[in-house]
């Protein structure tokens, strides 16, 4: 085409987009662009602004993650109206923007930021005179909002993170304060792991866990220890709030950070470092809540629905695992010395029937879950009071608005300049503040409140000591204005139920299942391995006690910690429990090529043993082409020692031979490693010689009658 040709149709094609749209595939959505800045916010100050406060200060972190230079960043503090709904609340808290409007103006914060460079971000917004009067008491949308110019490109917005603010009184005016609504106030303090960290803890061998992360909890700065200093020093400093403090237990973390105390090993075999860690913060723990609000959570916090799906040999579900979920109480009771709330347990997920009837039937009378979980009766309709569930269970709910705010938002993929509160720290603790501030009345107009409230934050909650802090100090402050008052959970649980209830439906659909199909699997084999037990008189140890380990590795499966895991990472620990069982019951590999006397004979078979109990195992032969083996007989091998068994062996030609054999216990579990036997046989076996004779005569009476019949024919008569 020539060139002015091809310039004409280009005109064309532009002109024709101009009058008629861009083509269909264009008129769809583009997708965003990834941020080109980080922005995290460190410090916000006031958490709740009060007639004497001059100022909110926010401070931060920007930094510049594209791959391009920006040019003049730089950032404001946006404020938007006064929230008035729980619709409005809650669309906040889903990330959803709001109309807002500029409380300053742009501060510069560098003159350019090369990829990979950080800015410092001070925005100090004063709050005397007009600005500080238009605040009345209630929660406000706030936007840390910042712009620049990426190279090759225009001014933008780059980065944003929304929060909230509660006003308890307008700045300098100290008779226009929050209307007193006393609402009362408890809070959950979860003290539950991460994740589960065992990675194997056989009977009588030292713990060994997946990694030393746990230390690091442990130790100042950590997140268990943050937990813990924080409600320390609430109840030093502020008595309402120290004891509005109801701390949830989870047994397994106890278990585990107990058996740190003595030594353990971690995964590669490197000493664990956090033994004294370990000890000096359960010291800190059993100061903190003797005398206190103790109630326990599912041992290793599992999800109650998973774990009752798993199924044992019968088929059936395995009672024994329920059973080790939610005896709690007495792991509390050996590891702390304190006693738990009686028959109260705040289990994560979503229980259906069958873990209800479960709780029930473990002595519990009240479960603890998110009021966005109830509905009342068939309807839809959530219920914020407590209720009475199917099976006669008390449900007692948890502030749902709450825990949205201290848990923040999934960040949208459409907005992807906007941080979730998620990643956040400053902004989850600072959300969920302003939740229970407004669930308790502050600036509502209609004068409604949530009621009584009990706190739930995240059940791993992952905050600083000095967001923990600001947390439980906010709190001071909502009750010393009158909108909170300090209060227990055993006031709270003192209410009559207003009515009957249901759970929503949880999501465990597919991952639930195949957790729960790994997990029945490694149940069978725990189960088959018991069965092939004994007691040895010399070492008087229960069966139970070697398969123990295996049981409590099948409850972390279930753990809610995994999340969305895969079957595979949930089914690790079991896994590793069982191998450690089965690697101390195994066949020895022969170090020299094993002549046969005859054609059949017995191969010696040495076996290991090193467990504390006897055990019943068959020995199996595998790859064994040119022999064949008795292995119906079920030999019993003594607890710590190796004996010598013989399996009957017929050699089906001459030669070199070989052999894998292994052991299995009756019922078909595997046990130990696999042997590789060499042999040499010169002679057949009788069975052998017997076939082969009769064989050879078979064959004799073949040609005898093929011979009669062609003398026969030869003859000229008949067949």
């Known amino acids: 085409m020539k060139r002015p040709a091809a310039f004409l149709l280009s005109l064309l094609i532009v002109a024709a987009t101009a009058l008629f749209g861009a083509p269909a595939g264009a008129q769809e959505n583009p997708t965003p662009e990834p941020a080109r800045l980080r922005l995290d916010l460190g410090q916000l100050a006031p958490r709740l602004v009060t007639s004497s406060d001059q100022a909110i200060t926010v401070t931060g972190t920007v930094t510049n993650t594209g791959s391009r230079r920006i040019v003049k960043p730089m950032a404001r503090l946006q404020i938007g109206d006064r929230l008035a709904s729980p619709r409005a609340m809650d669309s906040v808290l889903a990330g959803n923007p709001v109309q807002d409007s500029p409380l300053t103006d742009f501060t510069p914060l560098a003159e350019d930021l090369e990829p990979g460079q950080s800015a410092r971000l001070t925005i100090t917004v004063p709050l005397t005179g007009p600005r500080g009067a238009a605040l009345r008491p209630g929660v406000y949308p706030l936007l840390v909002n910042v712009n620049g110019t990426p190279e090759y490109g225009g001014p933008a917005r780059l980065a944003a993170v929304s929060l909230l603010m509660p006003v308890l009184s307008t700045p300098g005016h100290a008779n226009n304060q929050a209307t007193p609504r006393h609402s009362k106030l408890a809070v959950l303090w979860p003290i539950t792991d991460s994740k589960p960290h065992i990675q194997s803890a056989p009977f009588g061998v030292p713990m060994t866990l997946t990694d030393d992360a746990l230390a690091d909890e442990l130790s100042p700065g950590g997140r268990l220890y943050s937990l813990v200093s924080a409600a320390r020093a609430a109840q030093e400093n502020n008595q309402k709030v120290g004891s509005s403090l109801c701390f949830a237990l989870d047994p397994d973390l106890l278990r585990t950070v107990d058996a740190m105390r003595n030594g353990y090993r971690v995964s590669g075999g490197v000493t664990g470092k956090g033994a004294d860690a370990a000890s000096n913060w359960l010291a800190a723990l059993r100061a903190l809540v003797t005398g206190r609000c103790v109630i326990p959570l599912p041992f290793a916090d599992a999800d109650l629905t998973t774990l009752g799906k798993v199924r044992g040999a019968d088929g059936n579900p395995d009672p024994g695992l329920m059973t080790t979920a939610l005896n709690g109480t007495a792991t509390i009771r050996q590891v702390l010395g304190v006693e738990s709330k009686s028959g109260v347990l705040w289990p994560g997920g979503t229980p259906d029937d069958k873990a209800l009837s479960a ?140 009515g009957s209830a249901s759970l929503a439906a949880g999501t465990h659909a597919d991952g639930g299942a195949a957790v729960a199909d790994q997990l029945s699997g490694l149940d069978q084999d725990a189960t088959s391995l018991l069965s092939a037990m004994q007691i040895d008189p010399r070492n008087r140890v229960e069966p139970g006690a070697i398969v123990g380990p295996v049981r409590d590795a099948l409850v972390r499966g279930s753990s809610t910690a995994f999340g969305s895991s895969s079957s595979s990472s949930a089914s690790a620990n079991a896994t590793s429990e069982l191998a450690a069982i089965r690697d101390q019951v195994t066949v020895e590999q022969p170090k020299q090529t094993i002549a046969l006397a005859s054609g059949s004979s017995p191969l010696p078979v040495y076996v290991h043993n090193d467990l504390p109990v006897g055990v019943s195992a068959q020995i199996a032969l595998k790859n064994n082409m040119g022999l064949r083996g008795d292995e119906d007989k079920i030999f019993l091998f003594p607890a710590k020692g190796g004996q010598t068994r013989y399996v009957q062996i017929e050699a089906l030609r001459a030669g070199r031979l070989s052999v894998d054999v292994s052991l299995t216990t009756p019922s078909g579990t595997d046990l130990g490693a696999t042997a590789r036997f060499e042999l040499t046989s010169t002679e057949y076996g009788p069975i052998t010689i017997i076939i082969t004779v009769a064989a050879g005569c078979a064959l004799l009476l073949l040609a005898s009658r093929r011979i009669y019949r062609r003398i026969k024919e030869g003859r000229g008569g008949t067949p």
Do not use: C, H
């Open 359 to 498: 709780i029930s039937t473990g002595g519990f009378q009240t479960v603890l879950t998110d009021s966005g979980k109830l509905r009342a009766g068939g309807d839809d309709e959530t219920v914020t009071g407590a209720a009475t569930l199917s099976d006669g269970l008390r449900a007692q709910p948890t502030n749902s608005m709450a825990t949205a705010g201290l848990t923040g938002f999934a960040p949208s993929p459409q907005t992807p300049t906007t941080y979730s509160g998620a990643s956040q720290r400053a902004v989850s603790t600072q959300n969920g503040l302003a939740a229970i501030a407004f669930e308790a009345g502050l600036g509502r107009t209609d004068g409604s409140t949530g009621g009584p409230m009990l706190i739930a934050p995240p059940r791993r909650w992952d905050a600083t000591t000095d967001e923990l802090n600001a947390f439980l100090s906010g709190l001071g402050k909502l009750t010393n204005a009158g909108v909170t008052a300090g209060s227990t959970l055993d006031d709270l649980l003192g209410s009559t139920p207003e």
